[in-house]
Structures are given as C-alpha cells and as structure tokens.
C-alpha cells in the first residue's frame, strides 16, 4: 500500500542548529505537506508543495517537493526553542482518490 | 475566526462502554474529516464527509464505529462499544481546498481503562 517513510524518527540538537528531515514513498504524489504538532495539540500546517521541484519558504522553514515526486525534505534553519515538536510529512497520492496520508513524524528535542 | 473546535478534550471510560465525540469545523469548510492519532504514529483516516455525504469511510471499523454529520456542518463519532485498543487521539479537521491542507482541530484523547 501507499506509505510515507520519514526519517529521521528522532532529533537531538542544540539551539542554533540546522535540521533537516526527509520523506519518502515508492508511490508517486501530487502534493506534499509538512505539519508540525505540538504536546496536547492537533497537528498545523506549516508548508504545501504542489509541484515537482517546488521550493517553498516560511520564514526559517523551507521544503522541497521532490523531483521524481516520490519524497520531500524540509530544513528548519537556525533552530529556537520553540521548534520543539512532532514534524508530520504528508501527502496526496497520485491514485489515492483525494486521500491524504500521513508519515510517522520526526520528533525534535533542542538540547540547553 | 475560530478553529475547529473538538470536545471533549480528554476522556476516561471503561471498556464496553460508549462513547462519543464532538467537532465543530470551520465555517465553510465542506470538507470534514476524522482522524485517529496513536501514540507515536501519525494521523490516520477514518472517515471523510463532503458536506453531509461520507465520500471516504474504508478505515472506519464498522462493527464498533459510527459517525455522522447532519446538516452537512457539525459531526459526531461513536465508538460502541469501546475496546482497550482504541485508545488514542481523535482528531477532526476541515478543509475548503485538499491541496491547501487540513486545519486540525486540538483533539479528544480517548483512554480506555
């Protein structure tokens, strides 16, 4: 079936740092979305890809929709504390009649 | 604007028992969907409305679940009766747009004792 493999599960970093976490499926997608969750919290967008190649900001946050449109990767630049989070890749199959799909996630902690 | 709005937030019953749950999307989303978040794991599907209309409910196990969403706003979920393993965060979410992403809203964390 159709699966998003993100990687990696987990991050330790310290602050300042640049992330970065990928995504990737043996399915063709059409779009791709990056969340972030926070504890107790529902998941929010941060960024949506449309198209091959496509690279998108949002501030210190840039993804990329891959050219095969099998994966994406998102970078956090300069990392703060309040990156902390579950960071959620997903998408929309090619033949996945409007479905969306979600990764596991990538949990990252940013050390003191 | 507000959110999409979940209650409850947490709840605690025992097994065997039912159990319902409550979202309110955003106004003119047409688009409503259910999702269920276990520990550690991303969101998965349950159900997806287009108005009043369940357009997607393949995930949805419908020996114990059942959902609706009257008037094509509001939508309820139903678990009966409830197993331990359905523990887990409930989470709704709308859209006006697939392509432009979900708003999810806060969740029901659902403990089943």
């Known amino acids: 079936g159709q699966q998003l493999n993100q990687s990696p599960q987990s991050m330790f970093i310290q602050e300042g740092e640049d992330v970065s976490m990928n995504c990737t499926s043996s399915?063709?997608?059409?779009?791709w979305l990056w969340y972030k969750q926070d504890p107790g919290e529902g998941p929010v967008l941060l960024i949506a890809?449309?198209?091959?190649?496509e690279l998108t900001s949002n501030g210190r946050l840039t993804a990329q929709f891959g050219i095969t449109r099998k994966d994406s990767f998102l970078n956090i630049s300069a990392s703060i504390p309040s990156d902390v989070g579950i960071y959620f890749c997903?998408?929309?199959?090619?033949?996945?009649?409007?479905?969306?799909?979600f990764g596991k996630g990538t949990r990252l902690h940013i050390l003191p | 604007e507000a959110g999409v709005v979940q209650s409850p937030r947490y709840k605690i019953i025992e097994k065997k028992q039912p159990v319902a749950f409550w979202c309110n999307p955003i106004?003119?989303?047409?688009?409503l969907y259910w999702y269920r978040q276990n520990l550690g794991q991303g969101p998965e599907l349950l159900i997806r409305?287009?108005?009043?209309?369940?357009?997607?409910d393949s995930q949805l196990p419908k020996d114990r679940f059942s959902a609706e969403r009257l008037k094509g706003v509001d939508s309820t979920l139903k678990i009966q009766p409830a197993e331990l393993g359905d523990s887990a965060v409930y989470l709704c979410?709308?859209?006006?747009?697939?392509?432009?992403?979900?708003?999810f809203g806060s969740g029901t964390r659902l403990t089943v004792v």
């Open positions: 399915s063709i997608f059409n779009t």
């Open positions: 409305y287009e108005n009043e209309e369940a357009v997607d």
């Open positions: 106004s003119g989303h047409n688009t």
């Open positions: 997903a998408g929309q199959p090619l033949f996945g009649n409007d479905k969306i799909i």
């Open positions: 979410a709308s859209s006006l747009d697939l392509r432009a992403g979900y708003t």
């Open positions: 890809l449309y198209k091959a190649g």
